[in-house]
């Protein structure tokens, strides 16, 4: 087993040749965006997400989904009901698709909390804390 070098720091030309989206892939997910006439807001200079955006009825046709009608926390939204499909010209370059389910929110799942004397909520922690 060989180990790592713990001291190793990556140039952003290193990342960028090793580990980054090709720029060719890059390239046909942007293409395929504004083929369907998404409207591009933001791309990454590492290439790691292109942000657009377009109707609901230009996702449904290009990505193949479906959308209904969700009430969440007494707000009324416009989601995916089914999981998008991509054509496989692009669909081996991109991890995931976002934001088709906007009504689902982020929750803070850890709260501080005083037990008893405690009031600095510091470490060591009890089990009655946690």
Do not use: C
């Amino acid at each position: 087993m060989r180990a790592l070098a713990q001291d190793k720091l990556w140039t952003p030309a290193e990342m960028t040749e090793k580990y980054f989206p090709l720029e060719k892939d890059y390239a046909a997910v942007s293409a395929w965006l504004t083929q369907h006439n998404f409207t591009i807001t933001r791309t990454d200079p590492n290439r790691m997400g292109i942000w657009a955006s377009g109707t609901v009825e230009q996702v449904t046709n290009a990505l193949k989904t479906s959308f209904v009608k969700v009430t969440s926390n007494g707000r009324a939204f416009t989601s995916a009901q089914s999981a998008p499909s991509l054509p496989a010209s692009v669909a081996a370059a991109v991890v995931g698709v976002n934001g088709l389910q906007p009504h689902l929110q982020k929750h803070v799942h850890s709260r501080f909390k005083t037990v008893g004397s405690r009031a600095n909520n510091q470490a060591p922690f009890y089990p009655s804390e946690i």
